[in-house]
């Protein structure tokens, strides 16, 4: 009998160790602005630049929940503009009216998620892009980027993917530069279907936020 117990502990602690060192997501960089140790965020609106609307509605929804529920308050773009934000504007003049919006309901950060196949499942379909740069804005961010992805791409084609996050302030201008934070995270997640597009968010979100609150950026509601 104690044989019988040690031999199924053994099992289970090697099949523990199996599953920890195949973890499904894990953080490749991070990078946050020196002097902005005492920088507090209160209202965050959440961008997700993915070449599918449906994906990204569902990403934006279920990160701003996860945040609420974790005492960051999130909205995400779409909710808050709806047909205003489906399209990149094209120019900085364009992004005042939404900017003095965001403002006027009192949106102090501005978080923008880039996700990218980075590898596929042949070894003829990876892709490599210079989308994880530093920008002076979110805008910048978002106009210079949101050629990303070509009409024939699909998460369906790739196993790992890239999610990059810049989280920016909406400061005034001139006075300090808007990008506080921007972490990276690898995550090993097909795309296949509803549920496992689900779950790569699921599996993301938790990352993402554990990363975050370990920065103290926002005041947190209780």
């Given at each position: 009998?104690?044989?019988?117990?040690?031999?199924?502990?053994?099992?289970?602690?090697?099949?523990?160790?199996?599953?920890?060192?195949?973890?499904?997501?894990?953080?490749?960089?991070?990078?946050?602005?020196?002097e902005?140790?005492?920088?507090?965020?209160?209202?965050?609106?959440?961008?997700?630049?993915?070449?599918?609307?449906?994906?990204?509605?569902?990403?934006?929804?279920?990160?701003?929940?996860?945040?609420?529920?974790?005492?960051?308050?999130?909205?995400?773009?779409?909710?808050?503009?709806?047909?205003?934000?489906?399209?990149?504007?094209?120019?900085?003049?364009?992004?005042?009216?939404?900017?003095?919006?965001?403002?006027?309901?009192?949106?102090?950060a501005?978080?923008?998620?880039?996700?990218?196949?980075?590898?596929?499942?042949?070894?003829?379909?990876?892709?490599?892009?210079?989308?994880?740069?530093?920008?002076?804005?979110?805008?910048?961010?978002?106009?210079?980027?949101?050629?990303?992805?070509?009409?024939e791409?699909?998460?369906?084609?790739?196993?790992?993917?890239?999610?990059?996050?810049?989280?920016?302030?909406?400061?005034?201008?001139?006075?300090?530069?808007?990008?506080?934070?921007?972490?990276?995270?690898?995550?090993?997640?097909?795309?296949?279907?509803?549920y496992?597009?689900?779950?790569?968010?699921?599996?993301?979100?938790?990352?993402?936020?554990?990363?975050?609150?370990?920065?103290?950026?926002?005041?947190?509601?209780?």
């Open positions: 009998m104690t044989k019988k117990i040690t031999l199924t502990y053994l099992f289970l602690s090697a099949l523990l160790f199996l599953v920890s060192s195949c973890s499904s997501t894990k953080e490749i960089s991070s990078w946050r602005k020196p902005t140790q005492q920088k507090k965020f209160h209202k965050v609106l959440v961008i997700g630049m993915i070449n599918s609307l449906e994906v990204r509605t569902t990403f934006e929804s279920k990160l701003s929940t996860a945040l609420n529920k974790k005492g960051i308050q999130a909205t995400g773009s779409l909710a808050f503009f709806g047909d205003d934000l489906l399209e990149v504007p094209e120019n900085i003049e364009a992004w005042k009216p939404l900017i003095s919006e965001l403002k006027s309901d009192e949106f102090d501005v978080l923008v998620t880039k996700v990218v196949g980075v590898e596929g499942k042949d070894s003829d379909s990876g892709i490599v892009r210079y989308y994880n740069e530093f920008f002076a804005s979110f805008e910048e961010d978002l106009m210079k980027n949101k050629n990303i992805y070509s009409e791409e699909g998460f369906k084609d790739f196993q790992v993917h890239q999610v990059a996050s810049n989280l920016y302030c909406l400061c005034e201008r001139d006075l300090e530069e808007d990008l506080i934070w921007k972490i990276n995270i690898e995550l090993k997640q097909a795309f296949d279907s509803d496992l597009i689900e779950e790569g968010i699921r599996l993301f979100s938790k990352k993402f936020i554990e990363e975050l609150k370990e920065e103290e950026l926002f005041v947190e509601n209780k």
